[in-house]
């Protein structure tokens, strides 16, 4: 299984990105899918996730409002939608999927399927 993840990119505050991450070789359809990033010299911290059916999301407090994740099951792509951006929002952002239920959505270690990254940053 491949996770493939682009979209990152330089941007001024205020501004907008949208990520994409292509799952290849695997059931997307079975899959949890979350977003993590990791600014330099920080610990790698959970974004956003969606269920695998799409039904269910969620987010880490500082990002409500701001980011929407969406996947097309058909395409196997996972998306976050990613507005008004903030300088603190500068790191890399990771796509992840795991097949573990839903309640552990948030924990990093439960995402055995990781991609390779794509660095999103943010000037003030």
């Known amino acids: 299984v491949q996770l493939q993840a682009s979209g990152g990119g330089l941007v001024q505050a205020g501004g907008s990105l949208r990520l994409s991450c292509v799952v290849s070789g695997g059931n997307f359809g079975s899959y949890n899918m979350a977003w993590f990033r990791q600014a330099p010299g920080k610990e790698r911290e959970f974004v956003a996730a969606i269920k695998r059916n799409g039904g269910f999301t969620a987010y880490v407090d500082s990002v409500k409002g701001r980011f929407t994740i969406s996947r097309d099951n058909a395409k196997t792509t996972v998306f976050l939608q990613m507005n008004n951006l903030k300088p603190e929002d500068t790191a890399v952002y990771y796509c992840?999927?795991?097949?573990?239920?839903?309640?552990?959505?948030?924990?990093?270690?439960?995402?055995?399927?990781w991609g390779q990254g794509t660095l999103v940053t943010v000037s003030s």
């Open positions: 992840a999927a795991t097949s573990t239920i839903w309640i552990y959505a948030r924990n990093l270690e439960n995402y055995s399927l």
